[in-house]
C-alpha cells in the first residue's frame, strides 16, 4: 500500500500509523509533502533523519529543507522536531543554513529559552562557527563573502536579549557556546 495516498478523513493518522506498521523505510518521495506532521512524531522524525544519512549529496536536505522553511521555527523547540532540525543544519550547505537561520531569526530568543530550543540553537552557534572559519579561509584563498553570514544574523537576533539569557537556565548555554565558539566580534 503506498503510504502517501491516505485521503480518508483520519488520513494524518493513517499514514503515521502505516509508517509504524512498514518493515522497511519509506523512501523521501513518500515523505516529502509530510515534513511538517512527521517533525512532529517520533517515528516520522527519525525515518527523515534516516533519509538525510541515507540519500546521497545535499539533494534530501534540500528538500526537506525547503520544504520546512514555513515551520523550523516551531520544530526548533519540538522534543522530536528539534532532533530534525539540528540533522538538517550539519546536512545543508553553508548558503541554506544562512536562509534557515533569517527564518527562524525572530524566534531564537524564546527557542534559547526553551529546553529543546536550546539545544537547536547551540547547534546553529556550532555550524556558525565552522562557517565562518571556511569563510576566512576562502576569503584568503580569493573568493568573495556573503553579504550577511548566519553568525551575524544570529548574533544581531540575540543580542537585544543577552541579559535575559544569561541568566536564563537554558539561554545561559547558548550564550556560554557563542562566547567559546564565535569569533570575538560577535559577543
Not at 548566519?150 to 537556565?169: G, T
Amino acid at each position: 500500500r503506498d503510504i502517501s495516498s491516505s485521503h480518508s478523513l483520519n488520513g494524518k493518522n493513517d499514514f503515521v500509523a502505516s509508517l509504524y506498521a512498514s518493515p522497511q523505510r519509506p523512501p523521501l518521495q513518500d515523505l516529502l509533502g509530510h515534513v511538517r506532521r512527521l517533525s512532529r512524531d517520533q517515528v516520522g522524525c527519525r525515518l527523515l533523519q534516516q533519509s538525510l544519512d541515507e540519500e546521497e549529496g545535499t539533494n534530501a536536505a534540500t528538500l526537506i529543507l525547503t520544504e520546512g522553511l514555513s515551520f523550523w521555527g516551531e520544530a526548533m523547540v519540538d522534543p522530536f522536531g528539534n532532533y530534525l532540525f539540528q540533522k538538517i543544519l550539519e546536512k545543508i550547505t553553508a548558503e541554506e543554513r544562512i536562509i534557515l537561520v533569517k527564518s527562524v531569526s525572530a524566534r531564537l530568543v524564546n527557542a534559547s529559552l526553551n529546553l529543546h530550543g536550546t539545544r537547536s540553537v547551540q547547534k546553529v552557534v556550532e555550524l556558525c562557527a565552522v562557517d565562518e572559519a571556511n569563510a576566512i579561509a576562502e576569503q584568503s584563498g580569493g573568493k568573495n563573502a556573503p553579504a550577511e553570514t548566519a553568525a551575524e544574523i544570529l548574533s544581531r537576533a540575540l543580542a537585544p536579549a543577552a541579559a535575559r539569557l544569561c541568566i536564563d537556565s537554558h539561554g545561559n548555554h547558548v550564550i556560554q557556546r557563542i562566547l567559546l565558539k564565535l569569533p570575538y566580534r560577535y559577543s
